[in-house]
């Protein structure tokens, strides 16, 4: 029988490392467990918690957090060119991706060490050195939390977009993702075109391309640059990096000529959040314990005792000083709790 707990410290569920408690708490490792839960709760849980490398606790919760710990890697079936597998929502992400290559299952190398965990992949559209996770999406399971039913979705539900999905707008709130299939690739298709992987591939002297050797490359760089949340806390970059029009464009780059952008299929830009916050002289700044890594100045950091509020009021101010330098509003990544 499952029980909720009261008063539980969410401070080692968080990778920011924040303290902040819930005033219910529980974990579940199958769809009965989750009923059961939710059956002795007087209402639905204010959210669920993957691996937490996402959130920012601003407060404590005063009501349901509801822990997804489903397991499981199975392979469902294969075709000509594909292998479709199936995780469990609460299997680590990186995990996942290890296992996956080690059986040469190719399409989410390039998401090597990217943390959390297997439900929100779907829910976040995760995304690294070319690769999201929409590429290689085939269906999940949810549970719908009014209705109590599963209903599965197919990649036309999920409207997945940059660092978006159904489950982050429409449906925020009304789905716990129970487990996901993904379709990949017997025979690789390498990326190798974004960012220092192909440098890093050289330098590794690597004379054969694999998926193995991009995941190392992949997680090299990473590495060198992402903050460990096990040594230093914090979400990853804070802020997406922000889309404009091509006319905004053309002005800032006459303005700022090292600005960073890259050009998009739909004729926008995409600006690096990383150099704009930069060029607001915000890399390596520290109040307290709040603070912009000194290696990457998308990504904010919790030096120890930060509450998420003084997490929160940091971002307000470089946000602020983006939108007065450069007139670009940037959007947090980090969900917001
Ligand atoms: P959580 O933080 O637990 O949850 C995130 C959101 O999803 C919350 O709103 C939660 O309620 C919801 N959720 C979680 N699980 C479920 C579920 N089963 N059902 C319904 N809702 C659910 N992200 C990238 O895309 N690319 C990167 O390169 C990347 N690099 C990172 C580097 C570092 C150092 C860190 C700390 C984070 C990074 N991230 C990156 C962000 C993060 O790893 C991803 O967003 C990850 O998918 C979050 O997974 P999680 O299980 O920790 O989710
Ligand atoms: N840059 C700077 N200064 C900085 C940081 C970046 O000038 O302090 C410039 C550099 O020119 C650099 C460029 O920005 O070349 C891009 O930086 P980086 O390669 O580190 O990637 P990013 O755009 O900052 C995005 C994702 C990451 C993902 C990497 C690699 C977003 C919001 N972030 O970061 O995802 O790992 O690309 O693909 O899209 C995450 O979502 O949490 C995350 C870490």
Redesign the pocket.
Known sequence: MKILREHISLLPYNTFGIAANARWFGSFSDTDELEELLASASGSPSFILGGGSNILLTKDIDGLVLKNEIRGVYELHEDQDHVYVKAGAGENWHEFVQYCLKRNWAGIENLSLIPGNVGASPMQNI????VEVAEVFWSLEAFHLQEKKVVTFVLSDCQFGY?ESVFKNKYKGQFVILNVTYRLRKKPVFHTS??AIQQELERMGVKELSIQAISQAVINI?SS??PDPKVTGN???F???PEIRPLQYELLKEKFPDI?AYSLVNGNYKL????L??QCGW?GYREGDAGVHPK???VLVNYGNASGKNIYELSEKVLLSVKEKFGVELER?VNII
Do not use: H, T
């Not at 995304?127 to 070319?130: D, K």
């Open positions: 995304g690294a050195y070319g660092r974004y960012g990473r640059k992402l979400a990853g970059s802020f997406k990096n960073v690096a959040a990383g150099w916050i930069e890399k990457q100045a998308l990544e």
